[in-house]
C-alpha cells in the first residue's frame, strides 16, 4: 500500500513533516537564544569588573577617612 491508498499514512507523513520543520526552526531559536545569552555573558564580565574596582576603591577611601579621623582631632 502506498500512502495515496492510506489516508492515515499520508495525514500521518503530513504531520510528520510539519513536526520536522517546527523542530527545525525552533533548534535556530535556541541557538540564537545561546549567541544572545554569550553575549549578555561577555558584557557582564566587564560589569563585574567594574564593580570590584568601585568596591575596592570604596573601602580604600573608608580607610583612608578612618585613618585621617584620628589626625584631625
Known sequence: TTTMENPHAE????LIERIA???DKCT???LE???CIEEILRAN???KTA???VTKYHKNVQYNLEATKGKDA
Open 51 to 53: 564593580a570590584d574596582l
Open 11 to 14: 495525514r500521518q507523513a503530513v
Open 21 to 23: 520543520k517546527n523542530a
Open 33 to 35: 537564544l545561546n549567541h
Open 45 to 47: 564580565a566587564y560589569v
Open 28 to 30: 535556530e531559536v535556541i
